[in-house]
Every structure is written in C-alpha cells, then in structure tokens.
C-alpha cells in the first residue's frame, strides 16, 4: 500500500470516530490514566475503558501505545507522545480512617530517607494490612519525591513480564516504537526521576525481581517499596517484619481495639463504648492477635451478634471470620480465603512443615523444631522467607494465632496428627521432669517462661491419651513451674483433670503410686490458695504414699505432701503426723536416684520436727544448713528458699533478729535474682517485720512495698490487702496516723472486693486487729472496747485457727486502751490473759505485752518489768524506747534505793520467770 493510500487509510479510521472518541484519544496521547481520563472528562474508570476498546477496534490497534503513535502519524494532534503529565500521586483515597501503625510508619519513614535502604519490603501474611500500611507511609512522603509517588497493583498481573507495562501505567508513561525495549525505555525514563514507588502484592511475580535490581541500578533517586507474603531475596532488601496492631493494652490505648470499635461504630451509630465492653473487646483483639482483616471481619458482625458472641465464635472456629462486603476482594472475605493462596503456592515439603508447626503453641525453640517437626535449617528458612513464621531476636520461632488454626486444620485433614501430638507430648513432658530435676538449672527459668502454652498443651493431651507414667514422671516438674510462675489456681485445674481422667479410667487403686503424686501436687496447689479441703487431701495423698513401695518420684511425693501438711493447721483431735520415722527411707531413696531437691526437703522436714518434736535447736539448725548447702549446689532455689526461710525463723524465735534479718535478705535477693514468683512476697513481709523490729524503718518500708508492688503484677489481692494492714501497722509506729489512715481506706476498698475470696474470714479478722490499733492510738477507746469485745465474745470465731492466733492481740489492744482509760484493774486482767494464750514462740509479742502491761502495776514491779524487756533482745526497737522512757521517768520519781532494787531484779529475771511472778 502506498503511502497516500495508507494516509487515506488513516483518515477514513480517525473520521469513524465519535466526538468523545476523540476526546479519550486524545488524552491516551498524552499519557494519562483511565482513572485521570475519568476525573477530566467526568467519567466513570469502567465507561473510559469501554470508549477505549472501541477507539482500538475502529483504528485496528492493539494498545494505548499503537493507538497514540496512529493519531500522532496521521497529524490528529501535535502533542509530542513522549510527555508524562506533571503527575504527583496515584494513591488510592481511604475509605475508612487510618489507624495506629505510629510506629511502622516512623521506621518506614527512616528507611526511605537513608540512601542505604533503597529498596523496602513489608513482610507479612496476608490480611496483616500490608497494602494500607505502604500507602499511609507513601502519602507522608509527596512532598520529598519531586517526580511523584506512585502506587503499581501487581494483584491482576499473570506473570513477571507484564510487570514493566504495570509501573509504566501506573506512572503514566507511554512507550515509543523503537527499537529500544519496554524496560529500556522505563528506565532511560526513571533514570534522573526523583519517584517512590510502591509496588503492592509481588509475592506471585518473584520470578520478575530483576525489574526492581535493573531500577535501582539505572535509578539512583528512586526508592521502591514493596508489600510482599514472601520476602525477594534480594541483597539490597531491607524487610519490615509486619504483626498484628497492638492489643496489650498501654493504659487505655489499644490500636487494635481501636480499630474494632471504629468498625462495630461504622456499621451500628447507636453503639456507646463502655467499660463493660473493654475486656471483652480485649480478648477479641486477643484472638485475632491484632490482625486487622481478622478484625474487620469479627467486628462486621457486630449488627447481629453480641461482642460476646462474637468472642465465643471466634474460639471455636476460625471459619466464623468470613464476610460477603462487595467491596472487599474476594481474596480477603474470609481467613481461609487469605491463607489459600500461600498454602497453594507451597510445595508439598513446605506444607507438611506448616501443618506440623501448627502444633506448637505459643511457637518453639529450634531443637523442638528438630525434634518433633523433623524441620530442617533450609525449610524453616524457607518458611520464614515466606512470613508464614517468625524467627524472634529471641531465637524462637512463632506464628499468628490464625494461621496456626488454619494449618492445624490442614494438619488434622490431611497428614497423621496424632504421631506430631505424641512427639509434642513426649518432648515437652521430658523437659518438665528435667525441670523438676533441675536440669534446666533452676537459674534458667526464661527456658521455661516461653513454653507455658506448649506445656499445658502437653499436660492436656497426656491426660487425654492416660499415659500415666509420663504423668508421673512430670508430676512435680508441673508443681515447679505453677509456684515459680504464682499460677496457684490454673494447677488445680492441671491436678483434678489429671485425677477426674485416672479415676474415670478405674485406676485410683492399681496405679496408686501416680493417684498418691497427683494428689500431693493437688495438695500443695490447695494449700498455697487456701482451699478449705487442702488438709483432707493432704492427708489422702499421705495415706495413699504411705501404701506404696517408694521409688524416686513417689519418695518425693510424700516429702512434698508432708511439706505441704506440716504447714495446715491440723485438728486438735487429731495426733499430727512426724516425718523422722520416714526421714531415712525418704532421704536413701532419694539419694540413690540423685534427686537432690527430695534430699533437701527430708532434712528440712526432719529439722522442723527435732525443733518442734524434740525441742533440739542444734540438730534442728544442723540440718536446715545441710539442705541449704545441698540446694544451692544444685540450684535449687525452692527448697533453698525454704531453708532461708526456715533459718530465719530459727533466729528470729532465737531473738537473733540481725540474724534473721540477713537471713532474709539474701533469701530475697536470692529469689528474685532467679525471677522467682512464689512467695518472695512473703519473704519482703518477713523482712518489713524483722526491719522494724531493729528500728531499721527506711528497710522495713522499702521491703513491704515491694511486696505490694509484687502482689499487684501478680494479682494476690489478699496477700495485698496483707501487706497494706503491715503498712498500716508500721505508720503507726512512726506515727504517722493520716497516712495510716488512708491505707486503711484503701484496705477497706480493696477488701470490700474479696467477699467472695477463700480467704475473706481472715482478712476481716485481721482489719478489725488493724482497725483497734488504729482506734487505740488515736485515742477512740470506745471504739476499741467495741472491737475487741464483739471478737472476744465470739466463741465462733476464737475456735478457729486464725481466731486463736489472734486472740492474745485483741486481748493486749484493749488493755492497753483500759490503761488509757485509767481502768488498771480491767487493763491487767486482760493482758494477764494475752500472755496466757500467747504461743510458746512469740517472745516479741509476750514483751510488747509485758511493757503495756507494766503501766498497770505497782511502780517496784513496774521497774523490774520494764528493765527486763529494756535489756531483752526480743524487744521491738519502738518498745524499748518507750520502757527507756518510762524507767527515765521512774527513776526522778520512785525512791532511790527501791528503783534500783527494782532494777536490779529486772536485769537477772528471764521473760518466762517474770510472766509466772506476774501471773503468780
């Protein structure tokens, strides 16, 4: 065809054209995006590409490209093709507010400002909100890129080499017909552009990575970034690892929370936040780990459900997070819909891993990894390459709640999960009992922390498949972990499943040496959260041991047992149980199985009933030394605790208070170098008294708040009410009433909490002692006399074992509010009283008595009273002032010669010999 005729050609084809016809071509000449042609000539995207296939078959051209080059060869326009209109962004608008990601868009912010982080990928799985992330932190760079900042969607591309012609698109760049390339000319174009561009969704494209490699070669001012489920393995990436929004609530911000609310207000006006909603909304961030599409599905059925529904829909299955909104892609209606894809994109090695990792809960260690997955170092590369999991700065590998349950499914559809159950099942009962055994070295307790979920989920499935022996074998290593870690309650619930499934199973007497270990470890969970029935199971499990032929483990068991009975108040009707008869079975066994921690526990146990039984203070002190010394060789660090602990209480009954306050001191630093939990409050209280006792104030209170600080992260609201009233009892020592009183207010507030407690009885007990201190100090006797009469008057409540104990202290209380009131008579009867029905061991007690108590006698006998507790080593600090004090105003008083006669009885009289002359 000649050129005339090719010209006429043309012309016929351009005059076919409709008015708007022209007008679109004309734009396509330019450079411009449907989205662009739309905005300026007031048409929708979908109406510009109708005109523009029917603009292509009346010219007989295939593309944008061709079909300028026809109007521009034909002398339509003189616009010169090879123009990119001054284009700023292509980003998508937000249909619904932005939220959190503060952090994320700060680093990404960083990283595309440093020259030497060109190339940025967002890693993650799918539905993490990795597109709307790259789009928020692209918007805070328009005004840096002076060329623009350009979204690609990569989503509807096939295959690498439509990836060029995607960012020329996306850019508005038209390609010539020469002789050079489409790449070619993208980059001679870029090549001195100042441009971010954000490439979305490239994980299916990951062939055509040498188009980002030949742009940042031939580019030196563009940055690229990249939102990816699989990382590029390029040298120049650098990768942000993409989790859920944060759910552990920072004071009351929680961007995941945020975002669900926004979503349930989008969809219901009328709703109202309320705290009422708060833990419930937490626990759903929690399910969802933070996932913002689990959250946006979860929150979309807000209209139909209650939240708590939606939070018991969710636990049971993952299926429940599907949605049919017609503007979300179908991609990512459903949480199966968004893992699909990845797990078709995996080879069948790659899903055997996943689905094998599922059974980890809470992640794993790289030898667990190894042993119960067979995972090799190439596919757990690979799995991490792909965000399916995580390999923490801690060394552990992780993966999102979500796709963990997406996985198990898998697992449990199409491979043999019970042979992966049992290896989990295996292994994580075997480092339990290494842990019980001290394998692990009580000092390496973060080994453990991290595993909690795994364990339990171990501990589940064995007593689910009774394998009874494994049971036992980790029976003590589970008691361990729940008092290292204060979680007294949920090992209850460990020990009674363990009991409910061997009886069901009809096992209670033909395995009774597991039947005798479980219930010691229910015993001593009882105990530490002061069950009722903690006695009568202990003394169940004693019986249960004592009929079996001991081993190792049940050995140890009857050591834990009576551990754990010796410190129950025992009926009085009842002869209590000794140890020394057990001691050299208990401890040979223990000492041919090297179980180092049973060993320590004998000679403890046998130190108690010397002292207790025998009354032989050296035996008893020789022996706790050498269940210390065993212990901590061995760290041990519960049974070295105990023997601290029991050292202690020997010096301080000894009256050797700097003792025992050294004592527990380094018991103290001891637990908490280790990170031990259980009853290293415990230890800072017995430190505030020993403190106080000395005078050493500033010790004493540094000691007892951290308790309080201890029983709050923890949750023990009782022992915090505890250590309050101990506050409350030292302000009164240092006089200092209004602050006593607003701890008061505060016990009262916090203990109006607990009527539900276990404990509840004994707290109300011990307020009202603390309250008719209070009362007594201030001066409001009536109030006191109130106090103290309703408690002694009481044969209820002085029957029990805390009414006992507290008897001789509501008894000295009110007398020392009668020697106040000038009723000397009345004062001494009840202090005489107190004295009585002091224990044997309470000499600070039976002093601070004596000193009240000697205001109400005769100035001579007052004289010797005084001087005797003066002189004592038992006498509080505050208590020997205040004799100091009285003796100082005796001597200007008395007759010189019957004060010192008064003196000098006092100084040669014991306590004991001075209470039986006062009694007497």
Known sequence: MSTADAGYTGARRLASLTERENEILACLAQGMTNLEIGEALHLAVTTVKWYTRQIYNKLGVNSRREAAI???????????????????????????????????????????????????????????????LAIQAARQQLDNFADGVFFVPLQPLSAPDQIVIAIGDSIGFVFLPDARTPERQLLDFLADKVMLLVLDNYEHLLAGTHHITDILLHASAVRILVTS??????????????????????GAQSDAADLFVDTVKRLTPSYKDSSDHQAIIDHICQLTEGMPLALLLAAAWSDTLTLAQIAGEIERSIGFLEQEKSDLPQRHRGIRAVFEPTWERLTESEQLMLAKFSIFAGGCTYDAAQQITGATPSILQSLVNKALIIHSTEGRYEMHELLRQYAEEKLHLLYDNEKTEQLHAEYYSQAVADYDK?????????????????????????????????????????????????????????????????????????????????????????????????????????????????????????????????????????????WIPLFEKVYSV???????????????????DELEVNGDVNTFNDLAHRALTIATAHEDYGTAGWAYGLLSSGYFHNCQYENALDTRIEQVRMQTEVGYKNWVNDSMSAVGWYALILGQYDIAFDYVKQAIEHDRKYYLPHNEVQHLMQLCEMYLYMGESNTCLDTMAEVERKLSKLSQHWQYDILVLQKQYAQAMIDQYLGHHDAVEKQCSSILGNPKTLSTHWGIHYR????????????????????????????????????????HTLVKLALACEPELETQILFMCSEHPGTFHAHREEALQRLSQLATTMNIDAFETGSKLGRHRSLDDTIALIIS
């Open 70 to 132: 026809f109007a521009q060869d034909n002398g339509l326009f003189s616009v010169s093709i090879t123009h990119t209109p001054d284009i700023k962004h292509n980003l998508p608008a937000d249909t619904t507010p932005f939220v959190g990601r503060h952090h994320e868009i700060e680093s990404i912010s960083g990283l595309i400002k440093n020259q030497n982080h060109r190339l940025i990928t967002i890693l993650a799985p799918g539905g993490m909100g990795k597109s709307r």
């Open 229 to 250: 489920r699989e990382k590029l393995n390029l040298t120049s990436e650098t990768i942000i690892h993409l989790q859920g929004l944060t759910y552990d609530r920072d």
């Open 438 to 578: 001290g394998d692990y070295g009580r000092g390496n307790h973060d080994l453990i922390a991290p595993e909690l979920d795994n364990i339990r989920k171990m501990w589940s499935q064995l007593v689910q498949t009774q394998q009874w022996d494994r049971i036992k074998s980790c029976c003590f290593g589970m008691r361990w972990i729940y008092e290292f870690f204060a979680l007294y309650h949920e090992a209850v619930q460990w020990y009674e499943a363990a009991i409910k499934g061997l009886e069901e199973a009809g096992l209670l007497q033909h395995r009774r040496d597991v039947y005798g270990c479980l219930l010691a470890g229910y015993a001593f969970c009882l105990g530490d959260s002061g069950h009722p029935n903690s006695l009568s199971v202990c003394e169940l499990a004693l019986d249960t041991l004592y009929a079996c032929e001991l081993d190792a483990m049940t050995a140890y068991a009857l050591a834990v047992a009576h551990v754990r009975y010796i410190n129950l108040p025992v009926q009085n009707d009842r002869p209590r149980r000794q």
């Open 590 to 608: 223990s000492e041919q199985a090297g179980d180092y921690t049973t060993m320590g526990s004998a000679l403890i146990l046998r130190a108690i």
């Open 808 to 847: 001789p202290l509501f008894e000295r209380v009110l007398g020392e509010s009668l020697i106040a009131q000038d009723c000397p008579e009345e004062a001494f009867s009840n202090l005489i009283s107190a004295l009585k029905n002091m224990d044997a061991h309470h000499t600070s007690q039976k002093l």
